[in-house]
């Protein structure tokens, strides 16, 4: 009987601390900070899932669900104007970049702020991004002109100047406080 009430009680605390977040590879939990949320959407308006951006220690955390997008990979960036006008989305500006670098995680000159890993779409028209920008803040984020989220056609090589040759924008969404 002992046992089981041990048993329950240590299954109770696992749960619970599955609902925390934790910082990239690091396991450590972070603080609730300030959050900002984008709805994606098609050019036709069809919500194809949501991006959120939270405060976190180290930076500011963003994380994408996406649904009923095309499978394969696709560039995920944060673009420097809160606006995203149908059909290309162009109005979202270029990517969001304050410290004036190239673009991509792999570029010596880089990368911008706004450069996050691909974005993996299975099958099933589904996938999620995690990812700790160490020198984002909301503030930089919801400035005078906000910011949007934009997934691309194609892969992001992580390394061209000023895209990554990752195609057309195919979803958008703009980042709001929540």
């Known amino acids: 009987m002992r046992f089981a009430i041990l048993a329950l ?16 590879g690091m396991g450590k939990q972070e603080p609730s900070g300030r959050i900002a949320v984008a709805t994606l959407k098609l050019a ?25 997008l095309p499978a394969g990979t696709h560039g995920a960036h944060i673009h420097t104007t809160g606006r ?8 979202a500006g270029g990517h969001w970049n304050p410290a004036g670098t190239q673009h991509g995680s792999m570029n010596p000159a880089g ?9 993996v779409i299975g099958t099933d028209g589904r996938g999620t991004l995690g990812v700790t920008i160490p020198t984002g803040t909301m503030a930089g984020l919801l ?8 997934i691309h ?3 992001d090589d992580l390394m061209t100047d000023p895209s990554g040759k990752s195609g057309a924008r195919i979803a958008c969404g703009v980042f709001a406080a929540n």
Not at 18 to 23: I, L, M, Q, W
Not at 59 to 65: A, D, Q
Not at 143 to 150: F, I, L, R, T, Y
Request: net charge negative; aromatic share 2%; charged share 20%.
């Open 44 to 68: 036709d308006g069809t919500a194809v899932g949501r991006a959120t951006a939270r405060e976190a220690t180290g930076g500011l955390r963003v994380t994408i669900e996406a649904m009923a």
């Open 143 to 150: 400035d005078a002109d906000g910011a949007a989220m934009v």
């Open 9 to 24: 009680t240590a299954g109770a605390m696992v749960s619970i601390g599955g609902c925390a977040s934790y910082t990239k």
């Open 84 to 91: 995203c006008d149908a059909p290309d989305f162009m109005s």
């Open 153 to 155: 056609a194609g892969a």
């Open 111 to 119: 990368p911008h702020e706004g450069d996050l890993p691909n974005l």
